[in-house]
């Protein structure tokens, strides 16, 4: 079978419709900013997915890239070469998510870190509530679709590790070593650093990811 490109898997998510979540990429900036990202991770031989739950409403939403709001797309270092390749920024204002904050404040300071990662998600839409600025965990029937998906992804970039941030993420790692055809290794539990979880996030991190001086790290990021 020919390998998915990066191009066919961004119309493949913008046509996929949904009845109960929000799909960003039928949308030209988060469809770009996609593009962007796992051009330039491609570029860097990404070898570690970490994948979290699914996309915020304050976030990938909007910027179409995982654990990412438009203060990160706008401001971070990471992201200065991308913004410079086409990178579509957007208003900062009401598009700063505390996830994404708390993880790059984080992984911010280890540069070396970042061009090895690809950040996904095991629903990659965005599951609303009620109303728009809302979240809610996926449905099983969601989590289903967002494992090919997933899968597709593995079809694209070379990863020797993957590991779950949140139980969602975890879950859906272990599913898939059960039965798809992905790499052999032991996925790693990273937890979450929402509600109350920062401060084991770093311990998890600094394990999963063999960041030296992790007393250090951790010292310095619990009095910021």
Not at 48 to 54: D, N, R, S, V, W
Not at 71 to 82: G, I, K
Not at 98 to 122: C, D, E, Q, S
């Amino acid at each position: 079978m020919e390998k998915l490109s990066i191009f066919e898997f961004i119309q493949n998510l913008a046509n996929i419709h949904l009845e109960k979540a929000y799909n960003q990429y039928i949308n030209d900036i988060p469809k770009n900013n996609l593009h962007c990202y796992l051009i330039h991770q491609m570029k860097a031989k990404a070898d570690i997915l970490l994948l979290g739950e699914a996309s915020g409403y304050a976030g990938c939403r909007y910027t179409g890239i995982p654990f990412t709001d438009g203060h990160v797309l706008s401001t971070s270092p990471f992201y200065t070469e991308m913004r410079k390749e086409g990178l579509m920024t957007i208003p900062i204002k009401n598009h700063i998510e505390r996830t994404a904050t708390m993880v790059y404040k984080f992984l911010g300071i280890h540069p070396t870190i970042f061009p090895r990662v690809v950040f996904w998600n095991a629903f990659p839409f965005h599951p609303f509530d009620t109303t728009p600025d809302s979240n809610r965990p996926p449905k099983p029937e969601e989590l289903e679709l967002g494992r090919n998906i997933v899968y597709d992804l593995f079809q694209i970039f070379n990863f020797k590790e993957y590991h779950g941030i949140g139980r969602c993420g975890f879950e859906t790692l272990q599913w898939m070593k059960s039965n798809k055809d992905i790499p052999s290794f032991e996925p790693t539990f990273i937890k979450h650093p929402s509600y109350g979880g920062i401060t084991q996030f770093k311990i998890d991190v600094c394990n999963v990811l063999h960041i030296k001086n992790e007393q250090k790290t951790l010292n310095f990021m619990v009095k910021k």
